[in-house]
């Protein structure tokens, strides 16, 4: 039996980890995930446990974290093997020439690698034919292929969600954060998506990318979790979209209801969604939807971010939801080298017509695992030099003249969405230096909407904060990543965002 840690530094359940700990403990193997904010003594909680294994996951900018712990993991636990998977790993194996922290990688889906790799190093056999893995060989990063993407989500144990909900903070939210698919329609160009779908299919005729768990599968899980977590009153999809396959929506409203019946938020894909499907999310218990506008140009949305929402259906969609009495939150993206400021104004009119409830506001960042990010490293777009920590929230990274300004607008955009005549101050007020004020600004905003719209409560927010006070404004402790020293991140941010379109 191998054991093997799983560690993160963001108080939030993470799905991917959930499905790789039921998938080891199902093969007789024993698994733990330890949060940082949740443990009084994170480096000795770890090493309590005597992990054989220690699991990293890395979305980019927060592959390091935890170099300083590994250190010393290492010097009391001799035979510890280190693996780091995610985003970050899935898409730049450089990180293998960290080879004091990282022995190997995993790419992509890895539920079955990660089995295979725990229980080669456990018998001392070799890796280099494992799919999946990555390992540095002779001083070069080598990924090996990867398998297709897990077809049949049905086929896994129920998520292991135990290994968060021990911790007493985690299970006693109001909100259970839950996954029914993986995969997405679209295949925008500054998400990563659109990657995933070249490299992690095989291309072989019938294999799908965007995968449903069946709605029975869903619904069994889901009373698998509250007969030993009875305190949920919500449920939260994480899903990229919930309207992910046709045909799904209308056996879900007929089932949840009676066999869940609680209410629950999602993310839609707005070019999929028609008036049926909106009917079918009200009737199975839909409070509150998510889309990603991102950009009130339709010039830029369509042509540039690929993104499929025409004007008219931005506009169209919310009527629906009203009609129906779902409420619904934009995801909006500032600074992308697509957009000029007035660009930006557009995207803050733009909502202040279709009137959400909510508006998320996060800074463009150029991922080398997308299409618009690789063209702004070719192009030299990207100061590489600038630190700006692995938060969307945080700054922008692009080299522009009016960098400041789009800062600011970020801060204070539901200004200029929700308070009359808000534009004209905006305008004003974003020439000033960046200061604290803006960023408390956008944190009340996010708060009210996030606890209150989408119907979190305000408490479990406000202590979600409070668990995080010291890494909202704070740096992180050890965090560096590729372009800088010393990585920061807003983790309230983050954390109120999970139910965000991966527009993140
Ligand atoms: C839900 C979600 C969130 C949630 C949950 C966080 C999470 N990472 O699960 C919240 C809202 C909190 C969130 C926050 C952020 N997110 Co996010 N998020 C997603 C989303 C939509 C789905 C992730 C998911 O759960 N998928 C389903 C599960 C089953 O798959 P998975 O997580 O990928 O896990 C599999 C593999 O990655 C791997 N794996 C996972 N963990 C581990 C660990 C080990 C040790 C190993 C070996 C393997 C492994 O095996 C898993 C099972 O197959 C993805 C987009 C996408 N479609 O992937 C973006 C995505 C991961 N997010 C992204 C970003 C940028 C962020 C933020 C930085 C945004 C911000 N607020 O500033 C933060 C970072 C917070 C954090 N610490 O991760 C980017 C990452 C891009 C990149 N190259 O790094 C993505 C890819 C979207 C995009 N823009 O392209 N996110
Ligand atoms: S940004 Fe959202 S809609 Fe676009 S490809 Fe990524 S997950 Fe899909």
């Not at 998510?290 to 259906?313: A, P």
């Amino acid at each position: 039996m191998v054991r093997v840690a799983f560690v993160v530094t963001t108080c939030h359940e993470f799905e991917g980890i959930k499905v790789l700990s039921s998938v080891l403990k199902s093969r007789g193997h024993d698994a733990d995930c330890f949060v940082t904010s949740e443990e009084q003594d994170f480096h000795q909680a770890v090493l309590d446990y005597q992990p054989d294994v220690i699991g990293i996951y890395a979305t980019t900018g927060q592959e390091k974290w935890c170099y300083g712990h590994i250190a010393r993991w290492r010097k009391e636990l001799p035979h510890l093997k280190t693996v780091m998977g995610g985003p970050h790993p899935s898409f730049d194996p450089e990180v293998l020439h960290d080879e004091e922290y990282v022995d190997a990688i995993l790419k992509g889906e890895a539920e079955y690698g990660m089995v295979d790799l725990v229980e080669a190093w456990a018998a001392g056999r070799s890796t280099d034919f494992i799919p999946n893995v990555g390992t540095l060989q002779n001083g070069v990063a080598t990924q090996n292929p990867i398998r297709p993407v897990i077809q049949d989500l049905d086929t896994l144990p129920f998520p292991d969600v135990d290994i968060f909900y021990k911790y007493p903070f985690l299970a006693s939210k109001r909100v259970l954060q839950v996954h029914a698919s993986r995969g997405c329609q679209n295949s925008c160009t500054y998400c990563s998506v659109g990657l995933m779908k070249k490299e992690w299919v095989s291309g072989a005729r019938g294999e799908k990318f965007n995968r449903t768990k069946s709605v029975d599968y869903l619904c069994e899980e889901m009373n698998d979790i509250f007969a030993r977590y009875p305190n949920f009153r919500m449920v939260n999809f994480g899903d990229a979209a919930l309207n992910m396959e046709r045909g799904w929506l209308s056996e879900f409203a007929d089932k949840w209801p009676v066999r869940v019946g609680l209410p629950f938020a999602c993310n839609v894909n707005i070019n999929y969604l028609n008036e049926n499907d909106i009917a079918n999310l009200a009737r199975a218990g839909c409070v509150s939807v998510q889309f990603g506008l991102e950009s009130g140009s339709e010039e830029v949305r369509l042509r540039v971010y690929k993104k499929g929402y025409t004007d008219k259906v931005v506009t169209e969609i919310p009527k629906l939801l009203r009609k129906y009495k779902i409420t619904y939150r934009t995801n909006n993206m500032m600074g992308s080298p697509a957009e000029s400021l007035e660009d930006m104004f557009q995207t803050v009119r733009q909502n202040r017509e279709i009137k959400p409830d909510g508006c998320t506001v996060l800074i463009y960042r150029p991922f080398r695992s997308t299409e618009l990010g690789r063209q702004d490293f070719e192009l030299d777009r990207v100061d590489v030099g600038k630190d700006i920590g692995p938060s969307l929230h945080s700054d922008s990274q692009m080299r522009r003249d009016d960098v400041n300004q789009v800062v600011n607008l970020q801060r204070l955009f539901n200004i200029g969405v929700f308070v009359p005549g808000g534009e004209a101050l905006v305008r004003k007020l974003i020439q000033l230096p960046k200061n604290p004020a803006f960023e408390f600004s956008l944190l009340g905003f996010l708060w009210y909407q996030h606890a209150v719209v989408s119907g979190y409560g305000m408490l479990d927010d406000l202590k979600l904060g409070l668990r995080n006070f010291g890494q909202i404004f704070g740096r992180r402790e050890g965090g560096t990543h590729e372009y800088g020293k010393k990585g920061g991140t807003d983790a309230l941010l983050e954390t109120m965002d999970a139910g965000l379109d991966a527009g993140l």
